[in-house]
């Protein structure tokens, strides 16, 4: 589902700041190399995550869900000095090609790269996170969100991609769509959790940016 006309979503693309040329490269990589292109966070969404983490310089980034590496690269740009971002994803296939770029990029020191699941990984980590970007699987996005909710310090940040899963959440769900469902579920838990302030961005597929009080 597009939220608006592909000559309107041009227009707006052609009004952003430019990918940088490594994530031009890592984009149209992505595009020939692997599965389902369509969930790398691309040009513009990038640069929404560049220009937010941009704003918020964050010293501690966690990221579940890293697919090729390239919202971890966009999130780099803005890290607070001696920053890091932890990145998790249980897809070791494409380990090589993240750590290709993540070099490439110059950011070996500041992106640290895990293979494994998340929902077992997550809890072993005993750091507080100023930035968490949840983009894995969908049908764990209540689990990731409470797991990570007390890691966030006061005046964190969390952003969700896919809030709005093609329009799906405002359709009648199938009782077999658990990741509709479980969108659904986190959008409302969000909206009534007092610990937090929240915004959902029409931002293509839906992001939630989400304030830790």
């Known amino acids: 589902m597009e939220f608006i006309s592909q000559e309107l979503d041009e227009y707006v693309c052609s009004h952003t700041e430019n990918e940088p040329e490594i994530l031009n490269q890592l984009n149209r990589e992505t ?4 599965l389902r292109p369509r969930m790398l966070s691309g040009h513009f969404q990038g640069r929404v995550l560049s220009m937010l983490s941009h704003m918020i310089q964050p010293k501690n980034v966690l990221e579940i869900g890293t697919y090729t590496g ?5 999130f780099a740009e803005g890290l607070a000095e001696n920053g890091k971002i ?9 380990e090589d090609l993240v750590n290709e770029y993540v070099e490439k990029a110059g950011c ?7 293979i494994g699941d998340a929902l ?8 507080e ?7 894995a699987d969908k049908g764990n996005y209540v689990n990731y969100y409470n797991l990570i909710i007390d890691k966030v310090v006061s005046g964190g940040y969390i952003i969700v991609d896919n809030v709005l899963w093609s329009g799906k959440v405002i359709q009648e769900v199938a009782k077999d769509d658990i990741d509709t469902q ?32």
Not at 70 to 74: G, H, K, N, R, V
Not at 120 to 127: D, L, N, R, V
Not at 129 to 135: C, E, G, H, S
């Open 31 to 34: 595009h020939i190399n692997v």
């Open 70 to 74: 390239y919202s971890a690269l966009c």
């Open 108 to 114: 070996k020191d500041q992106i640290h790269c895990i």
């Open 86 to 94: 932890t990145t998790i994803d249980k897809n070791e296939e494409l």
């Open 182 to 213: 479980t969108l659904i579920e986190l959008n409302n838990l969000v909206h009534q959790d007092e610990r937090v302030q929240e915004v959902l961005l029409p931002i293509r597929d839906g992001l939630m940016l989400i304030r830790k009080k």
């Open 129 to 135: 996170f100023d930035l968490v970007f949840i983009d």
């Open 120 to 127: 077992g990984i997550i809890p072993t980590i005993h750091e």
